[in-house]
């Protein structure tokens, strides 16, 4: 079974600034990691992925996150952000072939970026 | 054409109402999902499809009824619901059910029960 935790609810930062959001998770056996982003009246869409291979993945809208085995974390970062990355962010995990199992989400980190 | 197309985009009905909700997917993928997101609460997994059958049912009521006439249709038949169903539902596809990629979203079908 797998378990995500994202530590921060809400996440408020003014425009242009830095931001993380964090995710940590539990599993019992090895995982593939996601963040998804939903924005207002919308569905979730895929920002990001890591498989295997560099812990530093990059993905849409300039943000990347990296994954941290030890801590069994993968935080979402951007250098500066816009207004339009006002959203909601959701860390999900996939158990690794052989396994197979449904996706585990978060409970989602709202981003409001504020002018 | 959006990959994943959720109809209607909202639906108000009340508690003896029958009405259903339709999923449409472009990607060629052979798995499909239907999630339930509410306030407040993590997004859940109702029901999973592979190649047409289903393959996952999380303890959903008997009041959701889903259908997969194909690989490319998704229903989600409602019916005597509660106000506690009023929530967002997420239709998702995949290419294969369970695998190691990600999920694709529609935009949703925001319902509210009255």
């Known amino acids: 079974a797998q378990s995500v935790t994202q530590l921060d609810s809400q996440v408020p930062v003014f425009e242009e600034a830095p931001v993380e959001l964090r995710c940590n998770y539990s599993?019992?056996?090895?995982?593939?990691l996601f963040w998804y982003v939903q924005y207002p009246n919308q569905g979730l869409q895929l920002l990001l992925k890591?498989?295997?291979?560099?812990?530093l993945v990059k993905g849409i809208n300039g943000f990347e996150a990296e994954f941290n085995k030890s801590q069994t974390s993968f935080h979402l970062r951007k250098p500066s952000v816009h207004i339009s990355d006002t959203a909601e962010y959701f860390c999900a995990v996939r158990p690794k072939p052989p396994n197979a199992g449904k996706s585990t989400f978060g409970d989602g980190t709202t981003l409001t970026v504020k002018p | 054409e959006t990959g994943v197309t959720q109809t209607p985009r909202h639906l108000v009905m009340g508690m003896t109402n029958k009405k259903s909700l339709k999923c449409e997917q472009h990607l060629g993928h052979n798995a499909m999902y239907w999630y339930k997101q509410s306030a407040k609460k993590p997004l859940e997994l109702m029901f999973v499809?592979?190649?047409?059958?289903?393959?996952e049912n999380n303890s959903v009521p008997s009041r959701f009824s889903p259908e997969c006439p194909n690989s490319s249709h998704l229903f989600l038949h409602l019916h005597t619901l509660q106000p506690e169903d009023s929530a967002l539902y997420l239709c998702?596809?995949?290419?294969?059910?369970?695998?190691?990629?990600?999920?694709?979203f529609g935009e949703g079908s925001r319902l509210t029960v009255l």
């Open positions: 890591y498989l295997s291979g560099s812990t």
């Open positions: 499809y592979s190649l047409e059958e289903r393959v």
């Open positions: 998702a596809s995949s290419p294969v059910a369970m695998n190691t990629g990600e999920l694709f």
């Open positions: 599993s019992s056996v090895s995982v593939y």
